[in-house]
């Protein structure tokens, strides 16, 4: 019952009736919950109040913005929400509820759902959450052709960064005839800085299960693999035990749920290299043969693992699979933008205050999850960059920092969503340095293959080097340029077709920085040590003594009121100094 | 353990929140323990709250773990539910903490405001 008297309309208690019938609609409870408007309650100044029954509970100071989140609380999960009762003025310090902490507050969690909520070693709990009723729908009540157009309509695009279209990937798949077809699990994550995949295969290892099965039903394969990296032996083991206790249900194997449908799966771990996150070096590892990438055509779809046809997803990808079954297509694609649907788990990491792993709907501006989801940047420092996609993506500067983000806008600026990976960099970050940092991965990665990717990345990471020495010479930046888009267009798989992608960004955005390190021989941001003299600029030396104090060799003297100074025979270009400068007085 | 049809899917999910609602269970413990917890200390938060329990000899109070919750910053993490009430959310816990919120939240029935970060359930649709 809402307070429709006039005090409380002023206050807007029919916007609250309005968006309260909305979220009933969203929700699916308009038939189970009526509003009612009333006239005035008597207790106009907490408006606008409203009064749930049967249980009579009294809301008071209700707005439109909390509607969703009592609906969520008190309407599903039937805890009345404490903050909008009554509490007589003596009790005023309250926790805040979800919606006041803006790390939760923008967060919609369909992959990561069962977070924080279930014990992963109990397959009751995620049944309980209802678990296996979407691969129950699809074995029982959908024929391959549904599920591949269910999928289709939602517009699930593949989280582990290439983007391609899930349903459609099924679709090329189911139509190759077969009656041997693999279903592989990709849980390899080898993006530095990404831990999305993990998280779901530690917590919720079903929701990978369950989205295999109803993949495999829609494409008609009854084995499937879970390649899982073995450095994630947390990840390995719960799924491990997921498995045998499905199994132990007649929820794998033969049979499901007597529904005359088998799956057989089966975990392969990984042996450390990057670029067996690759698809089909992927297959080639399971196949027991060295990891690397092979042409494509033909596609995985028709000749995947031992030439048959088969059909590779993210984890995060399976994780989405039973709520679109459950909740509808529709249902689905009511978050995200035009071309990317849904929502994406990113992982935040780097110089933010909150670091952690977060769901929002496509279309977030980055600057939402910077600032407002990561707190801003730690210890009062200024953002610089962002690297989106590991090392395959690209920096992404201040300027650019309204961004939404989804796989289109992204790509824009010369990055890549990726799989999710966010690494936050503040001013202290030297960007050229920060290249070079990433090459040397993927260099490192290369399986040796293809000559743009095995000599190109050692080349970039070389000139990279010199650079970042000292030792940069006058049309090293053309140079860089014209390799990384040789190497991009040549490059037989994905790690090389991405790999110069640190280098192309941030030679974009921050050119300046690469220029002081080659004609001035400085780094500006003080990271590159051949680069720095470890002398105090005098003229920005502020007197505070912070490096003095702070020098774990006592090179700097320092008096109050005295600009310091470092002795360069007692200096060990630690850069400790360089730290506690907030002043950027020591060059 | 037999084999499931559909239906006994729904009736597990029936008597499990069944079994929350009168199984008894006052309060409902759950240590975070993803990498992320682990990594910061999961292992003697929990301890320490199987020690008190076992020390207040209580039969009403239920624990459980659960993977990463989130802000793998601010772990160790853990959060208390009691019948009837929204979960809290601790975080940056430590030994200390954690015999001090059992004590005055699971015995005394009352949050813990300045170790507390949040209150209520994340939005999962």
Known sequence: ?587 | MAKLTIADLKRIKEEYHQGLREGGFRVKITVHMGTCGIAAGARPIMNAVMEELAKANLKDVAVTTSGCAGLCSKEPMATIELTGEPPVKYISLTDEKMRKIFAEHVLGGKPVKEYALVVGHETTY
Not at chain 1, 37 to 50: D, I, Q
Not at chain 1, 184 to 200: K, T, Y
Not at chain 1, 376 to 402: E, T, Y
Not at chain 1, 542 to 561: H, Q, S, Y
């Open chain 1, 1 to 587: 019952m809402i307070c429709a008297g006039t005090g409380c309309v002023a206050n807007g208690s029919l916007k609250v009736k309005d968006a309260l019938e909305a979220e009933l609609i969203k929700r699916n409870l308009q038939n189970e919950i009526k509003i009612v408007l009333t006239g005035c309650n008597g207790f106009c100044a907490k408006g606008p109040v409203m009064v749930v029954y049967p249980e009579d509970i009294f809301y008071q100071l209700v707005k439109p913005a909390d509607v969703p989140h009592l609906v969520e609380e008190h309407f599903i999960k039937g805890r009345p929400v404490q903050k909008f009762l009554y509490t007589p003025p003596a009790q005023k310090d309250a926790i805040p509820v979800m919606n006041e902490i803006p790390f939760f507050k923008h967060q919609v969690l369909r992959a990561l759902r069962n977070r924080s909520l279930i014990d992963a070693e109990k397959i009751e709990e995620y049944i309980a959450r209802d678990g296996y009723m979407a691969a129950a729908k699809a074995l029982t009540e959908m024929t391959p052709e549904q599920i591949v157009s269910e999928m289709k309509r939602s517009g699930l695009r593949g989280r582990g960064g290439a983007g391609f279209l899930t349903g459609l990937k099924w679709e090329l798949c189911a139509r190759v005839q077969g009656d041997i077809k693999y279903i592989l699990c990709n849980g390899d994550e080898g993006d530095p800085g990404a831990f999305m995949d993990r998280s779901v295969m530690e917590a919720d290892p079903h929701s990978v299960l369950e989205g295999m099965i109803i993949a495999a039903k829609a494409i008609n394969a009854h084995y499937g693999y879970i390649y899982v990296r073995a450095e994630y032996p947390l990840a390995v083991q719960r799924l491990q035990l997921a498995i045998e206790q499905a199994k132990d249900h007649g929820l794998l194997g033969k049979d499901i749920l007597g529904t005359g449908f088998d799956l057989d799966l089966e975990i392969y771990q990984g042996a450390g290299a990057f670029v067996c996150g690759e698809e089909t070096a992927l297959m080639a590892s399971i196949e027991g043969k060295r990891g690397m990438p092979r042409a494509k055509p033909p596609f995985p779809a028709v000749k995947g693992l031992w030439q048959r046809p088969s059909v590779l997803n993210n984890v995060e990808t399976f994780a989405n699979i039973p709520p679109i079954i459950l909740h509808g297509a529709d249902w689905y694609a009511s978050l995200g933008t035009e071309k990317s649907k849904g929502t994406k788990v990113f992982a935040l990491s780097g110089a933010l205050n909150n670091i952690g792993l977060v769901e929002v709907p496509m279309g977030t501006p980055l600057k939402t999850i910077i600032y407002d989801i990561g707190g801003g940047i730690k210890g009062n420092r200024k953002f610089k960059a962002v690297q989106m996609g590991g090392p395959s993506g690209g920096c992404i500067p201040h300027s650019l920092i309204d961004t939404p983000v989804d796989f289109e806008n992204i790509n824009k600026t010369g990055a890549i969503m990726g799989s999710g990976g966010m690494v936050v960099m503040d001013e202290t970050t030297c960007m050229p340095a920060m290249a070079k940092f990433f090459l040397e991965f993927t260099e490192d990665e290369s399986c040796g293959k293809c000559v743009p990717c095995r000599i190109g990345n050692k080349t970039l990471l070389t000139i990279l080097q010199r650079i970042t020495n000292g030792e940069g010479r006058e049309g090293d930046i053309e140079l860089l340029l014209a390799l990384s888009q040789q190497i991009k267009d040549t490059s037989l798989c994905g790690l090389g077709q991405t790999s110069p992608n640190p280098v192309l960004t941030t030679i974009k955005y921050f050119r300046d920085e690469y220029e002081a390190h080659i004609k001035d021989h400085k780094c500006p941001a003080r990271v590159c040590t051949p680069l720095i003299e470890f002398k105090v600029n005098e003229e920005k030396c502020k007197k505070c003594g912070l490096c003095f104090k702070n020098c774990p060799v006592n090179a700097i003297t320092w008096e109050k009121g005295k600009v310091a100074y470092i002795d360069q025979e007692k200096c060990t270009k630690c850069k400790t100094c360089i730290k506690n400068c907030r002043f950027w007085a020591i060059d």
